[in-house]
């Protein structure tokens, strides 16, 4: 696993903030340029699943997934650093975020390579899974 230590204490973009188009615009620009910047000359073996963390130092309760956003210019930057090839699914299987509870408050991306023996293929369009989520996620979102 890959550890990607982004410079910001949250993440700078939340599907459910309210910045107007322009400001969005420009940090998703700023998180991607980031992300390629600290992951410069890190290689990671593909397919990975990627996973944000988002370090909290209280127990104030947060939507998990609304970070989704920052993860999304985050493997933009990844693959503008040459760390991944690209980002499609079946590169990066799965993209999640979760949130824990530390001493400061801190953004990191995990990258997990996961080994193509241990993945089944869908028999309807050969899409890879790495668990049996990904499985029923898929079946019901995309095929
Ligand atoms: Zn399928």
Redesign the pocket.
């Known amino acids: 696993m890959i550890t990607i230590p982004l410079p910001f204490t949250s993440p700078p973009l939340r599907s459910n903030d309210r910045a107007d188009w322009h400001a969005k615009a420009k940090t998703t620009r700023e998180v991607r340029q980031a992300a390629a910047m600290v992951a410069r000359r890190k290689r990671v073996k593909w397919p990975v699943a990627a996973i944000l963390v988002w370090t909290v130092t209280d127990a104030r309760r947060r939507d998990a997934g609304a970070s989704a956003p920052t993860l999304k210019a985050v493997m933009d930057g990844l693959v503008d650093a040459g760390v991944l090839p690209d980002d499609n699914h079946r590169v990066v299987l799965s993209e999640t975020c979760r949130i824990e509870r530390g001493p400061k408050p801190a953004v990191r991306v995990e990258l997990l390579p996961i080994d193509p023996d241990d993945l089944c293929e869908?028999p309807?369009?050969a899409?890879l899974f790495a668990s049996v989520a990904d499985f029923d996620n898929?079946r019901r979102t995309?095929?």
């Open positions: 869908c309807a369009c899409h898929h995309e095929c």
